[in-house]
């Protein structure tokens, strides 16, 4: 395979890089702005995102009958034990003004009526919570939130957003005086080259993995890059074990990925089995609104005792006007796939949603190594602990990103004046033809759906460590063989995601939150109570 020679490279500089165009990276950018040139690399058209995507809405107390402690109190129950208390009430408490921040920026949320535009926010119940509080623009609020950031990040003059360029790896000098990020190695897909971007800070916020799985919500851009790359790195990766199926996706044929929100319960949804029955409240105290780990569980033993492949969300006892100007989206799909929500049950089951784990930060989202900042779903911060609470997750990325863009500002010059001179080009595998078939990822993707998936023991995970290991081989393989493709960029790094995902899950001998063991069925607090650690050896 030819290589490319060294320093024969296209450079990018900027203040600031950032890596990805979701909330998180959106949010860092139009801070950072402020104090500098940024510059937004992101692997598709600048909307794609797993926020694109999210429906539910915003956790955040706006209501005089809810309160900061009644939030914070959920989400440490959520986190089964290892949710860190400093974070989740820092993060907690900051949620209205995060919501004010979105809602100056040009967010348009749902409003009870036209004429509560003060204080009447719309706001949903989801699992898990002990009062509505998510705040939300119809059931498109993810959309409506990249929206407005991206017109806002278009429109700002110190923003330079590069589209379809993939970033893929930190770039990582270690003189002998510190060892630390100054950017990174870029892959233009459309132009086929390869670029390095340089600056004195960078921000990971690439976004989740769930495409590591045979069935998630996700879309193709959730491939677990940051988290791949800052492993790469020397970064410490947390809680990896820890991901959150979703218990409702549309089980239609031609759906895709799409989600069925847990609003829906919260608006009055109930599940069925393929008998007719309700089965919830003989599983748990808040039946249908009980946390999704639960729900997702109970589907599963549902589907296996009545020999069915998917269980059903019932709304027809709703008003059939209340539903489809509740979640016009979903109502709109369904009937494009030939279901009328309002007169049928939708067809759901449960699929891979959301990362817990991720790149280890601090209360200003700074990572292990300097000039390295990360914000988002890449990120594990403390807040979730074993398990999300619903709609915590757009709170998060907007939290880290606004309190980490503070600290990156203010490490900045610092960092500036500290930038080595001559940077030599590490030597990359040229770009290569675009990829060919799918064999690879359905490996990949099914011995994580059927080995580290909602229900987990110590053979099957042992199992997928060794077949993930073969599958790190074969990717490092085609990556050097075949070159520099998209597919072999996203294929190395989903392996190595999952394979972190296995390896975290066969260390942690328990049951907690989202990881459920059927050989170990009960939580030790004695030893598992602490975070799940991988560090490149
Ligand atoms: C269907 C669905 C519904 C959801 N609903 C909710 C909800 O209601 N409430 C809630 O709080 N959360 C929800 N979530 C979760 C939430 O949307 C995400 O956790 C959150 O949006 C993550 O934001 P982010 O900025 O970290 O990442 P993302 O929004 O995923 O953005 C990641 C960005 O990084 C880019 N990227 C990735 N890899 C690279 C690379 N190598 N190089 C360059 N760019 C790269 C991507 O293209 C993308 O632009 C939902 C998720 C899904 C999938």
Not at 186 to 203: C, E, N, S, Y
Not at 485 to 506: C, H, K, M, P, Q
Request: hydrophobic content about 40%; aromatic content about 6%.
């Amino acid at each position: 395979m030819p290589r490319k020679r060294a320093s024969s490279y296209e450079s990018l500089d900027a203040d600031f890089l950032i890596l990805g165009s979701g909330i998180a990276g959106l949010w860092a950018a139009l801070q950072l702005a402020e104090h500098g040139h940024v510059l937004i690399v992101t692997k598709k058209d600048e909307a794609e995102s797993n926020t694109n995507y999210a429906q539910g809405g915003i956790a955040a107390v706006m209501s005089q009958l809810d309160s900061i402690k009644a939030h914070v109190t959920d989400t440490l129950t959520v986190g089964s034990g290892i949710a860190k208390p400093a974070v989740v009430r820092r993060v907690i408490a900051a949620a209205p003004e995060m919501v004010r921040k979105l809602i100056d920026v040009g967010v348009r949320f749902t409003y009870r009526t036209p004429a509560e535009r003060v204080a009447g926010l719309d706001l949903g119940l989801e699992g898990g919570h002990s009062a509505p509080r998510v705040v939300h623009a119809a059931d498109l609020t993810g959309q409506e939130i990249e929206r407005a950031l991206i017109h806002a990040v278009m429109t700002h003059p110190n923003i330079s957003l590069l589209v379809h360029h993939l970033a893929i790896d930190l770039i990582v000098v270690d003189d002998s005086r510190e060892r630390r990020s100054v950017g990174a190695w870029v892959f233009d897909r459309f132009g086929r080259v390869i670029k390095r971007a340089l600056a004195p800070v960078t921000i990971l916020s690439t976004g989740g993995a769930g495409q590591v799985y045979r069935h998630t919500t996700n879309p193709d851009i959730a491939t677990g890059d940051g988290v791949a790359m800052a492993y790469r790195a020397g970064c410490r990766i947390a809680n990896m074990e820890f991901v959150q199926f979703h218990p409702t996706r549309l089980f239609l044929p031609g759906a895709g990925r799409f989600l069925i929100s847990e609003a829906l319960r919260g608006a009055g949804g109930k599940l069925r089995n393929s008998r007719g029955d309700f089965f919830m409240a003989m599983v748990h105290p808040l039946a249908d609104l009980a946390p999704r780990d639960v729900v997702a569980r109970a589907i599963v033993a549902e589907c296996r005792r009545t020999r069915s492949r998917c269980a059903y969300l019932d709304l027809t006892h709703l008003k059939p006007q209340f539903v489809r100007e509740r979640f016009p989206n979903i109502h709109k799909r369904c009937l494009e796939l030939g279901l009328d929500i309002t007169k049928k049950a939708i067809p759901v089951i449960p699929a891979a949603h959301y990362m817990c784990g991720g790149v280890m930060t601090d209360l200003q989202a700074r990572t292990d190594l300097p000039g390295l900042w990360a914000a988002g779903e890449v990120s594990c911060t403390g807040l979730h602990g074993a398990n999300r609470l619903a709609s915590n997750s757009l709170l998060e990325a907007m939290y880290f990103a606004d309190t980490g863009s503070r600290s990156a500002a203010r490490a900045r010059a610092g960092l500036k004046r500290r930038m080595p001179r001559l940077i030599r080009d590490r030597v990359l595998p040229a770009v290569g033809p675009l990829a060919r078939g799918r064999r690879h990822w359905n490996l990949l993707r099914n011995s994580m759906w059927n080995n580290v998936g909602i229900i987990r023991d110590h053979e099957g995970l042992k199992r997928a460590e060794s077949e993930l290991r073969r599958l790190i081989k074969d990717a490092e393989n085609r990556y050097r063989t075949i070159g520099t493709n998209a597919d072999t960029l996203e294929y190395r790094n989903a392996a190595l995601v999952g394979w972190l995902i296995a390896e975290s899950a066969v260390s942690r001998r328990e049951s907690r939150g989202l990881h459920e063991r059927t050989d170990f069925p009960r939580t030790d607090d004695q030893r598992y109570h602490r975070d799940t650690i991988l560090l490149r050896r």
